[in-house]
């Protein structure tokens, strides 16, 4: 059964924001709200703009590929009871209208406070779809290999940080303009689906002089020098979904991981260093080079393994696992947990992984560091969720169209 939530203007609006007229319907809406309720104008110098406008159309969801981002806002959703495949068209289309709008920096239709989304925020909003929405009356099958993440021998997985029927994943530079934009998504949502976990966390993209740089994890790790470089035929392969219903697509991996940072902190440098085989100063591999070099796991010193045996980074490189690899992201967060012993500050990584084939790709190299990596005595994963994310749409379609029309 289709639910039949009343239809407000700012929802027809954002219905129709991707048909023809979506600019139209997107700057009607800034309009709607009356120049009464516009932010005063400042009457400051403009200063050169540190971001960009990103949009949202192409053959992939632009999120994807993008740099990472400062911050990042992952909400997952569970589908209401009686949603089906018409009620996902509508929520789908609904949302495109919010995601043309707010990449714009404009504000989604109908937006109450539409000076809380800014341009040049390198906004970019990515769509997925959990496996119990990949099924017969919704989305159907998912692409090939998605599913559930089998459970991993050091896993502590809890409930409000897995699962999911959908998720938002809202990156950018400005931490206000993609809070707005996820509290824009999930009341558009309401009729359809209710909010199940939310992760929020950061990263530092750039280094002190604006160039991109890999970032680091809270244990000081440059973390993600062996990503594929996006736009190369490599990360086409490793991270595209290239045919049939789902081309253009892929699926991400979340884990929320717990990094015990107090015990890291009892490490000597080259004990941190040698647990993942990179050094901490730049990322580079113990075995030389500079950062994007490979690692050379065959090089010694001294009788030993100069990465060692079960190094996070040779547990994981794509020659030990038959050439399996992913595209990795990641967001650190704290938060503070109420325990028996009072307050205490939880620290961690939300991590993403996306790939072309998850069964093929991420389940075997996660199985292989559950097996043996030296990481595993530091971080344990607490949340697990899997989302096979919607190929990209163009100007006048809507998100998941040739899944659902």
Known sequence: MSPAPRVSRRRLLGYVGSTGVGAAAGAGAVLAVGAEDAAPASTAPAPAVPGRT???????????????????????????????????????????????ALAAGRGAPGDPAPWLSQPASDLTITVGVGPGACRPGLFGAGPPGFGDVPPMRHDRLQQRWSGG????????????????????????????????????GSWNPTDPS????????????????????PGTPL??????????????????????IRMDLDTWDELTRDEQERSVGRALADGAPLTGGPELADLDLAARSQGRLVVPAD?????????????RRMFRKGANYTREVETEQGVEVESGLVFL?????????????QQ??????????????????????LPGFEQGSWLGEQLLA
């Open 235 to 256: 990360f086409d392969a490793t991270v595209w979904v290239d045919e049939g219903r789902w081309a253009g697509g892929s699926s991400l991996v979340v884990r929320r």
């Open 54 to 100: 990103i949009e949202p159309w192409g053959a992939h969801q632009p999120g994807v590929a993008a740099p990472q981002a400062a911050v990042s806002e992952l909400v997952a959703l569970d589908l209401l009871p009686g949603v089906d495949r018409d009620a996902l068209g509508r929520l789908m289309r609904l949302w495109t209208g919010d995601v043309e």
């Open 368 to 389: 292989a560091l559950d097996e043996s990596d030296q990481l595993n005595e530091w971080t344990t994963a607490i949340g697990s969720a899997s989302f096979a994310v």
């Open 311 to 323: 190094a996070h980074a040779r547990r994981a490189h794509p020659s030990l696992n038959g050439g």
């Open 165 to 200: 029927d959908l998720v938002v994943l809202v990156a950018g530079r400005d931490g206000t303009t993609v809070a707005h934009a996820v509290r824009r998504l999930v009341a558009d949502a309401a009729p359809f689906a209710r909010a199940r976990w939310r992760q929020v």
């Open 210 to 229: 604006g160039r991109p740089q890999t970032g680091r994890n809270l244990f000081g790790q440059v973390d993600g020098s062996g990503n594929p470089q």
């Open 353 to 365: 992984a996306f790939q072309a084939d998850l069964a093929d790709q991420f389940v075997p190299v």
